[in-house]
């Protein structure tokens, strides 16, 4: 699972000052943002596809439609086959994008050192702004309000590094991981849920 540098906002290591405050980063996984952007919600039976492989594939779905069997990968005619009533949207890159934008200038307001992830979400570096909202527990509340009032679906987490406090988000418990802690929160996750790739999961469950 990989997340973009975040690390080096301004192309160098986060700066502590002369106070020490801790690097925390806020995460807010959108795991249907393709779809809903597109005006759809997750009781719709809908999929997302791109030419892929010589077919028209599925890439995102919604939860409705993975209720169906639906799968990323899929062509769509074995979606067809699972659920006739599944409507399909074409992606389209350049539109998608835009309205990344837009959302990323949406969240600006609870950090000015804020940018896309490469898994469908928005990394916010939150550690000299979190107590404008009432500390971190009351930024990730706010932040998980905003989305919701956009018509999002989200797991927000906050750790001191992006990839935990991503994995916080994305385990369906979400909220903060105390500074120092990230270790002790992540352990008795599964495995898979760790982010590792599809190749080294692999290799692990052969062992």
Known sequence: ???KQVL???????QRDAYRVPVRYLVVWLPSFSLER????????????TFQRNALRVIEAMPAAQDAGIRIGMTVSESRALCP????????????SRDWDSL?????CYSDRIQRGTNSELVLEV???AHLFGGETGVVRAVRERAMSLGHQ????????PRAALIWARSGSGGVIPAGQGGTYLAPMPFHALGASDGLTRAIQVL
């Not at 080096?8 to 986060?14: E, I, L, N, V």
């Not at 990323?104 to 600006?108: A, M, V």
């Open 1 to 3: 699972m990989a997340v």
């Open 8 to 14: 080096s906002f301004s192309g160098s290591k986060p």
């Open 38 to 49: 597109c005006g759809y919600t997750e009781r719709e039976c809908v999929v997302l596809c």
């Open 85 to 96: 009533r599944v409507v399909m949207e074409m992606w389209c890159r350049e539109e998608e």
């Open 104 to 108: 990323l200038e949406g969240f600006r």
């Open 127 to 129: 550690s000299r702004t």
């Open 154 to 161: 989200c797991g927000v987490g906050l750790s001191d590094h």
